[in-house]
């Protein structure tokens, strides 16, 4: 359908609600709504949200995308999907990264010669997630009735996550941190689930639908970003 010129990709489910989003790479508009619903109403309702897929389309086009971080001061990075400028301040007492604002401000010492600028980073966003995954963990395992033995953050070329059930050993990407906490808890579920299901049959499908129904949404704007 469209609406104003903007194209939007309809999906109707077994909802209650409408949902609207606009996705990486393209912008792309896409809402899920209601089996019942008038298509009259999924109009007056994008229309209604218009100034804001305006706005969200302008922001993803003017974002540069898989471009490599050069460490200098005024480069954007990002932070559970929120993005930020990134101020480098070197000759520090200790490696550190603090937040102030919309500004991330790496301290780094003069110990190396040139700083790894990229290790004290990644420190960082291992610390974010090193605190947000284990309640997520449990929450799932609760859900669940599974029970992670033991889990780990590296940084993965092609993976979000692995898991290897027969030890029930669980593996994040570092890159988790850089998106949506959405992303994260899909992570999450999607690896806990091969604890009952180890391959990616219906059977694993049908645990992902029926906890969390617009997974196939997220995985999609995953792998647009990555």
């Known amino acids: 359908m469209w609406v104003k010129g903007i194209e939007i990709e309809l999906e109707r489910k077994k909802i209650k609600n409408m949902h609207l989003y606009v ?50 001061s005024g480069e954007e990075i990002l932070l559970w999907g929120i993005p930020f400028q990134l101020e480098i301040v070197q000759n520090c007492k200790k490696n550190d990264v603090l937040i102030d604002g919309k500004t991330v401000y790496l301290h780094v010492t003069v110990k190396e010669n040139p700083p790894n600028f990229e290790a004290v980073l990644n420190n960082w966003y291992r610390e974010q997630l090193n605190y947000e995954i284990p309640d997520l963990i449990l929450k799932w395992e609760s859900i669940l009735g599974v029970s992670v033995r033991e889990w780990g953050i590296k940084n993965m070329k092609t993976r979000w996550g ?63 970003l990555l």
């Open 23 to 72: 996705l990486p790479p393209d912008g792309r508009v896409k809402v899920t709504a209601p089996k019942s619903m008038k298509e009259a109403m999924i109009q007056g309702f994008v229309e209604d949200k218009l100034p804001w897929i305006q706005k969200q389309q302008l922001k993803i086009s003017s974002r540069p995308q898989n471009l490599p971080l050069e460490y200098v």
């Open 162 to 224: 692995t898991c290897n059930y027969k030890e029930h050993r669980i593996w994040f990407n570092l890159q988790l941190a850089k998106k949506d906490p959405k992303c994260l808890e899909y992570v999450v579920l999607h690896e806990l689930a091969h604890l009952l299901v180890s391959n990616h049959s219906k059977s694993f499908k049908d645990i992902l639908d029926r906890h969390m129904p617009e997974w196939k949404l997220i995985k999609k704007e995953m792998n647009g």
